[in-house]
């Protein structure tokens, strides 16, 4: 035997759980209402990813900065040495100029004493022919 059709849900009523008057069917209401929670989760998990990713950008800035500051310091260095080795070379050539002005010094004296000392011979040997004269 065919139930009779319900007059109500053929005009699209029906009573929920609590025997309210809905429009929807029970059914229809309850697949809403776990697609209602489901886009809820989706939206706290997508909230807590956005919150995730954002946490990681700001450690990338971070380590971006101190990838900066490191590399700022190590140019610093490597300029510090470049002017030391700079300042090495211009010492070592002062040094060098220094060696040459005292090289032609020590030839200059080591000249004027040979002169000297052929004068002094000369001398002496003029005394000695004064005294032997005598």
Known sequence: MAMAKDPLSEAGFYFDELNKLRVLEPEVSQKTSELKEECKDFVDKISQFQKIVGGLIELVD???KEAETE?????GARNLLKSVA????????????LISEKKMQLERYRIEYEALSKVESEQNEFIDQFILQK
């Open 62 to 64: 971070e380590l971006a």
């Open 71 to 75: 590399k700022m310091k190590a140019i």
């Open 86 to 97: 700079k300042q090495r070379e211009a010492q070592q050539q002062q040094l060098q100029a």
